[in-house]
């Protein structure tokens, strides 16, 4: 089962002013979020380790006990999980198998971005739409291939012309050099967002699990 979680993290301190909100998380998080110069990203950084600290914690399992895996995707034994923030959104989600996730803040997208991020067939599917529309469907099509990417653990390291979406009535699937996958796409419902998940697993969570972060 793939579980999901959401927390919003406009509340939370600057880090870097409150060092006390890093208490108990993991020296590479705690690094990782006082390297960034600007404050949004220390909060979200601070965000992403206090939300997946709260996950694991409903698995009995220690913050500590995560690992590098393949491509150096952080992992731990038996459990799956991937990150994903956007403005003042941060999403977790955990699975017993392989899984990825990406949120996106719904903005304006500058030209030209589609044709160097996505396949031929991605473009035309795109080109059906018109405004608001087509902007919606350039973010929903990002965030399946972000990730899908980050469920791999390849990341920017899969060329983008390796795989595709194509989308039919009630399904969405994924193809790999020219084969179709077992991947699950499953989209969720987040005002102001897109966002998706992509996983081996074929069971999900209908609703997103809302959690509210305390630091002080």
Known sequence: MVR????DISNLPDPKE???SLSGLSEDRVKKT?????????KQSLGAG?????????????????????HGKPEIEGLYFNLSHSYDKVVCVI???????DIEKIKDV???????????????YLNQFQGDRKRD????????KESYMKMTGEGMS????????????????????GKMLSCSVKEYEVAGYKMTVCAEDTLFTEKIDTVTLFTL
Request: contains cysteine; negative net charge.
């Open 110 to 124: 500058k030209d030209g971005i589609a044709e160097r991020f996505f396949t031929e067939n991605e473009i035309q």
């Open 4 to 7: 999901v979680y959401i927390a």
């Open 34 to 42: 006082l390297r960034y110069r600007q404050e949004k990203d220390r």
């Open 158 to 177: 899969l060329g983008l012309d390796r795989f595709e979406f194509v989308f039919s009535k009630d399904k969405v699937s994924v193809i790999r050099d």
């Open 137 to 144: 469907e350039f973010y929903r099509l990002w965030t399946m």
């Open 50 to 70: 206090l939300l997946l600290k709260r996950c694991l914690n409903e698995y009995q399992v220690n913050i500590e006990d995560i690992r590098c895996g393949k």
């Open 18 to 20: 409150y060092p006390d």
């Open 95 to 101: 699975s017993e198998m392989p899984v990825g996730c």
